[in-house]
Nanobody, 120 residues
């Protein structure tokens, strides 16, 4: 499975961006996908998750609801809509998938990140 993230770039404070992550390849099952981010000098942190059934979860640090994760199963793509962006949202954003290569073997994949730069 390959994950291709896109949609990052420079944006001014208060602006919006929508990130996309397209998955390709054959796998037995993908249980959930997620967005993470890593700011300069900081650890990678979870931003949002979405299950194959569409249930979403956001960590407490992101429950301001400026960010919304969604998915389009017909396109094997997840999205992260980011509104009211702030300079502290500047980071490389990564998509991640958890699944199984067969009914018994769990696996996870990381995509290459896409850089979001929010200027004040």
């Amino acid at each position: 499975v390959q994950l291709q993230a896109s949609g990052g770039g420079p944006v001014q404070t208060g602006g919006s961006l929508r990130l996309s992550c397209a998955s390709s390849g054959v796998i037995f099952k993908i249980d959930s996908m997620a967005w993470y981010r890593q700011a300069p000098g900081k650890q990678r942190e979870l931003v949002a998750t979405i299950t194959s059934g569409g249930s979403t979860n956001y960590p407490n640090s992101v429950k301001h609801r400026r960010f919304t994760i969604s998915r389009d199963n017909t396109k094997n793509t997840i999205y992260l809509q980011m509104n009211s962006l702030k300079p502290e949202d500047t980071a490389v954003y990564f998509c991640h998938a958890e699944g199984y290569t067969d009914p018994w073997t769990p696996v996870n994949y990381w995509g290459k990140g896409t850089l979001v730069t929010v200027s004040s």
